[in-house]
């Protein structure tokens, strides 16, 4: 995508707000103001963008032990699997995460990495939105990892300081040891030094032998499992999906078919690496459930190229030229 494309999307991200779209979801349990791209050109723009500055900003990244969110190979249950075994646990949350990550932290943050300040100043020009980096735009969570390196190297030292284990997940950190530890006013030093503050609703600690929680899952048998209640209310729908199909189930959970069905490959998804003889075991008991959560999966990729596809032909017939934001996939703007 050329750079003069780039330069209009930022325009247009600037003069239209309306570009995106901002909704408030229900993420792990914590409602979020997410914010997706209604605009064709700005949603390509930002994937371009991604496959430009992915691998150089990863080379910069620390990859040791601290962060197990939005990396490839890493998610919610290896950042629960570190803490197995200890015997008392710590969590504390990074309050406001993503609101709280500023343009001037993102332009910050790439400087450091080394690169351009025009540059730096150009790439925050479009992927920040009302002043901050948002929750839904596909680089957000690159650089929020970004921004937050220097917790992590907080958070690593302090942890070898203590003899103790640390893990982040976006805005979750977890400490644990085989004593017992207060690590807060420290950890609060080190979050406030980037500019971040603690949310002191959401401290927690205890021990894992009585069932405590880190990223979703639970400590006290050992390996990392989802709470019983979540495998029975993911059995119960999977038998109201075999019975009545997704499309009541979804109205009986108060939500539409696609986000009921995303919900629930979610948590299978879960189930299957953390428990796969009980994934396997629903997937036997529910074979008709399944089918019908593939077909919904697969609708979903077809209505999405078919989307992708009448934008481009729209386009493409238009008797003027194409905006210049736009990079053309279907074969015939080849």
Same mark, same amino acid.
């Given at each position: 995508?050329?750079?003069?494309?780039? =330069?209009?999307?930022?325009?247009?991200?600037?003069?239209?707000?309306?570009?995106?779209?901002?909704?408030?979801?229900? &993420?792990?349990? $914590?409602?979020?103001?997410?914010?997706?791209?209604?605009?064709?050109?700005?949603?390509?723009?930002?994937?371009?963008?991604?496959?430009?500055?992915?691998?150089? &900003?990863? +080379?910069?990244?620390?990859?040791?032990? &601290?962060?197990? *969110?939005?990396?490839?190979?890493?998610?919610?249950?290896? !950042?629960?699997?570190?803490?197995?075994?200890?015997?008392?646990?710590?969590?504390?949350?990074?309050?406001?995460?993503?609101?709280?990550?500023?343009?001037?932290?993102?332009?910050? %943050?790439?400087?450091?990495?080394?690169?351009?300040?025009?540059?730096? #100043?150009?790439?925050?020009?479009?992927?920040?939105?009302?002043?901050?980096?948002?929750? *839904?735009?596909?680089?957000?969570?690159?650089?929020? !990892?970004?921004?937050? +390196?220097?917790? @992590?190297?907080?958070?690593?030292?302090?942890?070898?300081?203590?003899?103790?284990?640390?893990?982040?997940?976006?805005? @979750?950190?977890?400490?644990?040891?085989?004593?017992?530890?207060?690590?807060?006013?420290?950890?609060?030093? &080190?979050?406030?030094?980037?500019?971040?503050?603690? !949310?002191? %609703? $959401?401290?927690?600690?205890?021990?894992?032998? !009585?069932?405590?929680?880190? +990223?979703?899952?639970?400590?006290?048998?050992?390996?990392?499992?989802?709470?019983?209640?979540?495998?029975?209310?993911?059995?119960?729908?999977?038998?109201?999906?075999?019975?009545?199909?997704?499309?009541? =189930?979804?109205?009986?959970?108060?939500?539409?078919?696609?986000?009921?069905?995303?919900?629930?490959?979610?948590?299978?998804?879960?189930?299957?690496?953390?428990?796969?003889?009980?994934?396997?075991?629903?997937?036997?008991?529910?074979?008709?459930?399944?089918?019908?959560?593939?077909?919904?999966?697969?609708?979903?990729?077809? +209505?999405?190229?078919?989307?992708?596809?009448?934008?481009? #032909?729209?386009?493409?017939?238009?008797?003027?030229?194409?905006?210049?934001?736009?990079?053309?996939?279907?074969?015939?703007?080849?």
């Amino acid at each position: 995508m050329r750079l003069s494309a780039l =330069q209009e999307i930022a325009q247009r991200l600037r003069a239209h707000p309306a570009a995106v779209h901002s909704r408030h979801l229900l &993420i792990r349990g $914590k409602k979020r103001l997410v914010h997706t791209p209604r605009d064709e050109g700005l949603r390509q723009a930002l994937v371009a963008l991604v496959g430009c500055i992915e691998l150089p &900003i990863a +080379t910069t990244m620390r990859r040791d032990e &601290i962060a197990h *969110g939005y990396i490839p190979g890493r998610s919610a249950y290896t !950042n629960a699997r570190c803490h197995v075994g200890a015997t008392w646990v710590q969590r504390l949350d990074i309050k406001n995460f993503f609101p709280s990550i500023s343009a001037a932290h993102v332009e910050a %943050a790439l400087t450091e990495a080394g690169m351009g300040e025009d540059a730096a #100043r150009f790439i925050v020009a479009f992927t920040t939105f009302g002043g901050s980096l948002p929750l *839904g735009f596909i680089p957000s969570p690159l650089l929020s !990892n970004l921004v937050a +390196t220097n917790i @992590d190297i907080g958070l690593l030292r302090l942890a070898r300081e203590r003899g103790l284990c640390v893990t982040r997940y976006a805005d @979750d950190i977890t400490l644990s040891g085989e004593e017992l530890f207060d690590c807060h006013d420290d950890v609060a030093t &080190i979050v406030g030094e980037s500019g971040f503050a603690l !949310n002191l %609703a $959401k401290m927690s600690a205890g021990t894992p032998r !009585n069932g405590f929680r880190v +990223t979703g899952y639970v400590l006290s048998t050992g390996d990392p499992r989802l709470p019983r209640h979540v495998k029975r209310e993911t059995r119960q729908d999977l038998y109201s999906v075999e019975r009545i199909g997704i499309t009541e =189930q979804a109205k009986h959970r108060g939500r539409t078919p696609q986000s009921f069905g995303r919900r629930l490959l979610a948590r299978l998804g879960s189930i299957r690496q953390s428990e796969p003889l009980v994934y396997e075991r629903m997937r036997s008991d529910f074979p008709l459930a399944f089918e019908r959560l593939d077909a919904l999966r697969e609708s979903a990729r077809v +209505t999405r190229e078919q989307k992708s596809a009448r934008l481009e #032909r729209e386009l493409l017939s238009m008797p003027t030229a194409a905006p210049a934001y736009y990079t053309p996939l279907h074969p015939a703007g080849r």
